[in-house]
């Protein structure tokens, strides 16, 4: 927590609270996530974060666009070396579970008012609050690197845009204000702990525990094409990651992405 003069991130913030960890920082960039790549091609370290104030080219849904005011969100992306063969997915599961572990006990909520929704969005109260990013960096058949990228809306003045009845900032439910620096540094932890336990059971049930999505009905739709691929009952997830939807003729349809949407019940 910090005075609103010191919540400004600089490099001096940001050794101070990242101690020993490599990092770059800039006021503005186009995305974390591509810098991070390629530092990561160039030989970057594990647990290497890149971290910025203002992020111009970050990749949404659908292709929107949508840019935080500088000192408003907290943008990284951390770069994990994997020590084991496993699905990127599980990756995604660190992530999510590493941030909401750091926001419960930020906020000092019960449990049940942080929730994750399918496959990689935190939600506070039941709007997001985080976003997750991750991009494997392959050579070959060789998976080099994972590209975290995380956004986390701390005092976003989200105004009349289309984000305001569907978003939600952190410092409202505090008492003081954020300060970034920290806060990045405590998620960094946590997520170096579940990155490194990555393939074990106890992540997928943190993971599968804190799904807002299953039992519902929902519509996922490619991000890419906004087409949909499937809709029915999100019955379940497996250890891969994947959701399993029972369709209305019955059948189950394992989907590995997309954006999920709540549907109202069939009425038979």
């Known amino acids: 927590m910090a005075s609103e003069s010191s919540e400004t991130l600089t490099v001096k913030r940001l050794q101070a609270a990242l101690d020993d960890r490599p990092f770059q920082f800039f006021e503005t960039v186009g995305s974390t996530n591509d810098v991070a790549r390629d530092w990561a091609a160039n030989g ?9 104030e203002l992020q111009t080219s970050g990749r949404g849904r659908f292709g929107r666009t949508w840019q935080a005011p500088s000192g408003t969100a907290l943008l990284f992306s951390a770069i994990v070396r994997p020590s084991v063969v496993i699905p990127p997915t599980r990756y995604t599961m660190a ?8 926001l419960l006990d930020l906020l000092d909520l019960e449990a049940s008012v942080v929730k994750l929704k399918w496959p990689n969005d935190v939600y506070l109260h039941d ?6 990013l991750v991009e494997p960096l392959w050579h070959g058949a060789l998976l080099e690197a994972i590209i975290i990228g995380i956004g986390i809306n701390v005092r976003v003045p989200f105004g009349d845009s289309e984000l305001s009845a569907t978003a939600t900032n952190l410092e409202p439910y505090c008492r003081v204000q954020v300060d970034r620096a920290l806060l ?16 074990g059971l106890a992540l997928f049930q943190a993971w599968r525990a804190a ?3 299953l039992g519902k009905r929902v519509q996922v739709t490619d991000v890419g094409t906004a087409r949909q691929i499937v809709a029915g009952q999100a019955l379940d997830v497996d250890e891969d990651g994947a959701l399993l939807v029972r369709t209305d003729d019955g059948k189950i349809q394992r989907v590995f992405a997309g954006e999920v949407t709540l549907q109202k019940p069939r009425v038979e």
């Open 95 to 102: 992530a999510a579970v590493s941030v909401r572990s750091a």
């Open 44 to 52: 970057a370290p594990h647990g290497a974060v890149v971290v910025t």
């Open 184 to 199: 990045l540094a405590d998620i960094l932890k946590r997520l170096d702990y579940w990155s490194a336990h990555a393939e």
């Open 127 to 132: 709007r997001k609050v985080c976003g997750i």
């Open 211 to 213: 799904l807002s999505t």
